[in-house]
């Protein structure tokens, strides 16, 4: 069965330093989404993608964060100057457009910011 | 704005018993989904079932089956047959019907099995 991949698995990354998370969603999948998950606390949303271009952002998804589709594939999500209250674990999702049609999730990657 | 609820942080079964686990949530959408995922050690958030607002019958697949009570606002979760393989974080989740694709969460279950 298809799957959301999501690298790297685990990222270290100072404060005060830009930091990419990668996504490859699944390939027939035209709606992509981020997701983060505080420890301890609930999965939020961040953002939504469709048609290269951003169609849903939460409050959290502000001026340091952007994304990006570089090619056929990738589902990039940047965090331009990493805050310690960015640690969290991010989630990639894909959807096909039908609105019935779950999300499907990677791994996740779980960034710690030092 | 809509939320999810999920009153049980943490839960235990005996190994082939049935245990259900609770969701409720606010909207005022008549139209809208709803989903239950789990989220193993492993961390992958995978489905486990979904269910349309505008479907009276409840959901099912295989061992879990959902209790749909949409004049509650009420979603919960039962599993039947429990396995060890069960044991994981369960959340249940709400997305509209409409534009709104992003799926509002509620805070999790720690489902546990004992063998």
């Known amino acids: 069965e298809p799957e959301v991949t999501q690298t790297p698995s685990h990222q270290v990354t100072q404060m005060g330093q830009e930091v990419i998370l990668r996504c490859v969603p699944i390939?027939?999948?035209?709606?992509f989404y981020w997701y983060r998950q505080i420890l301890g606390q609930k999965v939020e949303f961040l953002v939504s993608?469709?048609?290269?271009?951003?169609?849903?952002k939460s409050e959290i998804f502000d001026d340091q964060f952007s994304v990006e589709r570089p090619d056929g594939s990738n589902f990039t999500l940047k965090i331009r100057s990493t805050k310690l209250e960015d640690s969290a674990m991010y989630f990639c999702?894909?959807?096909?457009?039908?609105?019935?049609?779950?999300?499907?999730f990677g791994d996740g990657t779980r960034l710690s910011i030092l | 704005a809509q939320t999810v609820t999920q009153s049980q942080p943490e839960m235990s079964v005996q190994e082939a018993e049935t245990v259900t686990l609770s969701c409720t949530y606010d909207?005022?959408?008549?139209?809208?989904?709803l989903f239950w995922y789990k989220q193993p050690p492993s961390r992958q958030m995978i489905l486990v079932i979904r269910?349309?607002?505008?479907k009276q019958q409840n959901a099912t697949e295989n061992r879990f089956s959902v209790n749909f009570q949409k004049a509650a606002k009420s979603f919960s979760l039962k599993i039947s047959d429990s396995q060890l393989g069960d044991a994981a974080m369960y959340f249940c989740?709400?997305?509209?019907?409409?534009?709104?694709?992003?799926?509002?969460w509620g805070a999790g279950t720690k489902l546990i099995i004992k063998p």
């Open positions: 989740a709400y997305r509209s019907a409409g534009s709104n694709y992003q799926l509002i």
């Open positions: 993608f469709y048609n290269n271009e951003i169609s849903e």
């Open positions: 909207t005022s959408e008549s139209d809208y989904y």
């Open positions: 269910q349309e607002a505008y």
């Open positions: 999702a894909s959807s096909l457009r039908l609105s019935n049609q779950p999300q499907h």
């Open positions: 390939s027939n999948h035209l709606y």
